[in-house]
């Protein structure tokens, strides 16, 4: 029996064992009976819903894409309350099954590869390391929203609520290097966490970035979420922030720190994460591809689900949050078929957060047929009307279109 069939023969009876700060693990069980109301996430390909559950220590309500490992998200209503998305409704996203327990006093990183001396450091260590740096940004997945990808892709069937925006505390990754003191010759820096495959032979998660974008000043190895240490889920003691970057290169439980002196040729960064290198049809076989880097700019309506209801004849309040992606949002423009009205932005708590924006029209004169928000960031990207299609859905940013009924 492989390791993968040991543990999932034990999937729905066993615990998602999550520990809060501090990293002592619990150990009761989310049984599948447990799992609350269903939600419809308006998949097009597929079986649409979801439970939602509050059952998962640490959890607030959350939509089960998976039990184990957790594979949460948060439910779209989050997103109305505010920018920063509480610890306790960040959605959840493990590669392989997530360690249960983390013993911070015995917790080591090391630093080595092509270095100038290999360390290995406690986390008092890393706290010294270099200034403490608070940074607001949006975690978010690759796969986002790719369960609305038609025709279907292959993946984690996200709606949109792979996402989330917490205000992250470290110390930069430079001050951490600057430990080692980076060789040179040096390319890119490859991060690993304590999390191991769960079968034989199979990639272990591991993701690396380029030197410079390792050495920019707001890239950092944070331990605090939110003002509070990482929960176990998000990463504890120790993840990786990259603004502006998908966060599949955001290494959680950070346990090894390796300059490399090549190209990378991981699984996680040669094989797969990665998207066609120009635009493809469902169609196209074999195409050239490239790793998935920086986020587009997206923008979402919160105020109002797909169907709901306006009242005919009165003003119509639409509210929502928009992203720059890897660069400041500049604009939110709600849009229809051949119109497009500017929205007014909320307060900016800098460039990689979320961003509230807000419109008001004067009075509905009848249904609002599709229409959506399209964000511009300060660079000139552009969300695109079309769906920018790839075979794991990676890095959607189409307009997402709602219907509003008036009555
Ligand atoms: N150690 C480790 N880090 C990881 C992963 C993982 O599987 N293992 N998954 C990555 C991916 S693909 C995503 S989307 C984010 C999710 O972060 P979150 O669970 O804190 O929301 O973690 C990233 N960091
Ligand atoms: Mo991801």
């Known amino acids: 029996m492989s390791k993968l069939e040991q543990h999932t023969g034990t999937r729905l009876t066993r615990r998602a064992l999550i520990a809060g700060?501090?990293?002592?693990?619990?150990?009761?069980?989310?049984?599948?009976?447990e799992l609350g109301r269903m939600i419809d996430l308006g998949l097009p390909g597929g079986p649409s819903l979801r439970p939602l559950t509050p059952a998962f220590p640490g959890k607030g309500e959350m939509i089960v894409q998976r039990i184990r490992p957790p594979l949460?998200?948060?439910?779209?209503?989050?997103?109305?309350?505010?920018?920063i998305t509480p610890n306790d409704r960040m959605f959840v996203r493990w590669n392989w099954d997530m360690p249960t327990a983390v013993n911070a006093a015995e917790h080591r990183v090391a630093v080595g590869g092509a270095v100038k001396q290999p360390v290995s450091l406690t986390l008092d260590d890393i706290a010294a390391a270099g200034e403490h740096?608070?940074?607001?940004?949006?975690?978010?997945c690759a796969g986002n929203g790719r369960g609305l990808s038609?025709?279907?892709?292959?993946?984690?069937?996200?709606g949109n609520g792979a996402m989330g925006c917490a205000k992250w505390t470290g110390v930069r990754l430079k001050d951490v290097l600057a430990k080692a003191g980076v060789a040179g010759g040096a390319t890119r820096v490859r991060f690993a966490g304590l999390d191991v495959p769960l079968t034989d032979g199979a990639p272990q998660f591991i993701k690396s970035i380029p030197l410079d974008i390792a050495m920019r000043d707001d890239v950092l190895v944070a331990w605090a979420m939110n003002g509070e240490a990482l929960p176990l889920m998000h990463g504890?003691?120790?993840r990786i922030v990259v603004p502006g970057w998908f966060s599949t290169y955001w290494v959680k439980m950070l346990s090894t720190i390796e300059v490399l002196t090549g190209a990378d040729d991981s699984y996680y960064v040669a094989k797969s994460y990665r998207i066609p290198a120009a635009p493809i049809t469902p169609d196209d076989k074999d195409f050239p591809t490239v790793e998935i880097t920086t986020m587009p700019p997206r923008a979402f309506i919160t105020s109002h689900a797909d169907g709901a209801a306006v009242a005919l004849g009165k003003p119509l309040v639409l509210e929502g949050i928009g992203m720059g992606g890897d660069a400041a949002l500049e604009r939110v423009d709600l849009v229809g078929d051949g119109w497009a009205i500017p929205c007014e932005l909320g307060p900016d708590e800098g460039p990689y957060a979320f961003r509230r924006w807000q419109v008001t029209l004067p009075q509905v004169a009848g249904n609002l047929e599709k229409i959506g928000v399209r964000a511009a960031n300060v660079t000139g990207a552009v969300q695109p009307d079309a769906l920018n299609w790839n075979p794991s859905g990676y890095a959607r940013n189409v307009i997402e279109r709602i219907t509003l009924v008036a009555q």
Do not use: C, D, H, Y
């Not at 700060?21 to 009976?33: D, F, K, S």
């Not at 949460?72 to 920018?83: A, D, I, K, R």
């Not at 740096?133 to 978010?140: G, L, M, P, S």
């Open 21 to 33: 700060a501090g990293g002592a693990a619990l150990a009761a069980p989310v049984l599948a009976q």
């Open 72 to 83: 949460l998200e948060t439910p779209m209503e989050v997103f109305s309350q505010g920018t």
């Open 133 to 140: 740096v608070e940074v607001v940004a949006i975690n978010q």
């Open 150 to 158: 038609n025709p279907r892709v292959t993946g984690t069937q996200w």
């Open 236 to 238: 504890f003691p120790l």
